[in-house]
């Protein structure tokens, strides 16, 4: 057990030596067996643990028990411990939201907190296999975009899942095993949460057809990750092509007809899930709607969630949400995340933010999130990522300074293994790349040249090959993300 999840962690690069993690634990089975593999592989793996534990106020004295449970647990393992409570019940009636809603909601603020208070790197979180399975089930059940297949993801941001390489009855065998005890939360068992019917109804039947049900449902989800990070990058491409902000709203030309249907769909749910300002709810009846629209008469209209609102007008569709503020303003992340692929701003400022080793940073303009690493010896089994937004670069054939910027004059880049050269100007011209566009795309550069112009291709002269002896990985994390 223990061998597996560090291999997992290994291959999905969640932690580095030296690194503080924190372990969100809430004192159930999963959660005690993240806590007790991450205690045992801290040491090995050269890493830091400290844990938080959220008491959420919804089950009473059972509920601050589980809370003295795992300070407790940490107290015998000598583990630093923050406990937090608040009140599930009292923030969903304020916000609005579902309990289930409003209790995760606040869960991941407190997880964020803890972090900023420990100085943690990342955020373990004890989700497994059936976690993912019910995840996607739920996404597929209502109606999910490829991106809600992809169920949940081994590392979102700071947050990573070290055991989604388990399945729940491994989970159970393991504190069987040890003689570990955990907390039960009744509720978990009550099946008027939609979830818990896919936990203790769905799952079971889809067992009985095939035993590895659940194993397989997470390797189509991963298949659809993939497929996805794929699909961004046209969908980033086309949006830069045919979605518009302006004061009145986000316009969608009529040509992004032109594209394949895939691709009209994937911009249409990305237009509506930014403007909205959430994902959740925003289904392919929603998407339909837009495309429908296309079709129809110039004024007529269709009315959507979150206040939402689609006019058919001469060049396409003229998307708007109450209260729709002007780009540039404290509109939210749907203006600065569209503008930042497709139409900024002409009057937006250049970009240029030196590129941190080994940590990450953010990119606010963009809405990314840059990741980097430095490998110091080269895996011997690992191929080179062949993803749209996960790079390998030769470390030492980097000159000087790594700079994330937007363009200047002279920039070029190598493009074959002789050294010659093209200019950006034409390469985006090659590429097709909108004029309106050009100076807003984002580059990965050093002190002589483009090494990657993001989202696209990098540089020939800084490949890894097979005298490389360091390799820097760089991995984008953009947009908006949902488990």
């Known amino acids: 057990m223990q061998k597996k999840v560090r291999n997992f962690m290994e291959e999905y690069h969640m932690v580095d030596r030296e690194d503080t993690i924190l372990a969100a634990v809430s004192g159930g089975a999963d959660s005690l067996c993240l806590l007790m593999l991450l205690h045992e592989l801290c040491e090995e793996m050269g890493f830091t643990l400290c844990v938080v534990h959220v008491e959420h106020g919804i089950r009473g004295e059972a509920s ?5 449970f795992v300070e407790e647990i940490c107290k015998n393992y000598q583990i630093p411990c923050q406990i937090y409570h608040c009140r599930a019940l009292e923030y969903a009636r304020e916000k609005k939201l579902t309990v289930e809603e409003a209790a995760r909601k606040l869960r991941y603020q407190l997880f964020q907190k803890a972090a900023e208070e420990f100085g943690a790197d990342k955020i373990a979180v004890a989700h497994s296999q059936n976690d993912c399975a019910e995840t996607m089930l739920f996404h597929l059940a209502r109606g999910s975009g490829l991106k809600g297949l992809c169920g949940i993801l081994p590392v979102r941001g700071l947050i ?3 055991l989604l390489c388990l399945e729940r009855e491994e989970i ?7 003689g570990q005890q955990f907390c039960t939360d009744e509720t978990n068992g ?13 799952l079971p039947l889809l067992a009985q057809v095939n035993t590895n049900a659940v194993s397989h449902i997470n390797q189509a989800a991963n298949v659809v990750a993939e497929a996805v990070e794929l699909i961004e990058g046209l969908r980033q491409q086309a949006a830069g092509k045919y979605v518009r902000l302006s004061a009145e709203g986000v316009f969608i030309l009529q040509k992004l007809l032109e594209e394949p249907p895939l691709i009209v769909r994937e911009v249409l749910r990305y237009v509506l899930a930014e403007t909205a300002g959430c994902s959740k709810d925003i289904t392919r009846v929603h998407v339909r709607q837009l495309e429908e629209l296309f079709a129809r ?13 689609a006019q058919r007008i001469y060049e396409g569709i003229l998307l ?21 692929a497709g139409d900024m701003e002409d009057s937006a400022q250049p970009v240029c933010l030196e590129l941190p080793i080994g940590k990450s940073m953010a990119v606010s303009p963009y809405g990314y999130e840059i990741c980097t690493r430095l490998l110091e010896k080269v895996p011997q089994n690992e191929e080179i990522p062949k993803k749209i937004y996960t790079k390998w670069f030769d470390y030492d054939k980097i000159k000087g300074t790594t700079r994330l910027r937007t363009r200047q004059e002279q920039d070029y880049l190598v493009i074959d293994a002789r050294g010659s050269r093209k200019t950006l100007k034409k390469y985006f011209v090659d590429e097709k790349i909108p004029a309106r566009w050009r100076d807003h795309v984002l580059l990965l550069a050093d ?3 483009i090494l ?6 990098i540089s020939e002269d800084v490949k890894v090959t097979e005298h490389t002896k360091r390799i820097l990985e760089i991995r984008v994390n953009g947009g908006r993300e949902c488990e």
Request: no cysteine; aromatic share 6%.
């Open 64 to 68: 601050l028990s589980d809370a003295r």
């Open 190 to 202: 009550q099946l008027m949460y939609t979830r818990n019917k896919i936990r203790h109804q769905v």
């Open 297 to 309: 008469q110039s004024g007529k209209a269709a009315e959507l969630p979150y206040g939402m609102r």
């Open 160 to 162: 990573i899942r070290p």
């Open 447 to 449: 002190d002589t040249h």
């Open 452 to 457: 990657w112009v993001i989202g696209h291709r």
């Open 172 to 178: 159970e065998e393991y504190l069987q095993q040890t």
């Open 320 to 340: 708007k949400k109450a209260g729709t503020r002007k780009p540039g303003t404290a509109a939210g992340t749907e203006a600065k995340n569209i503008a930042a």
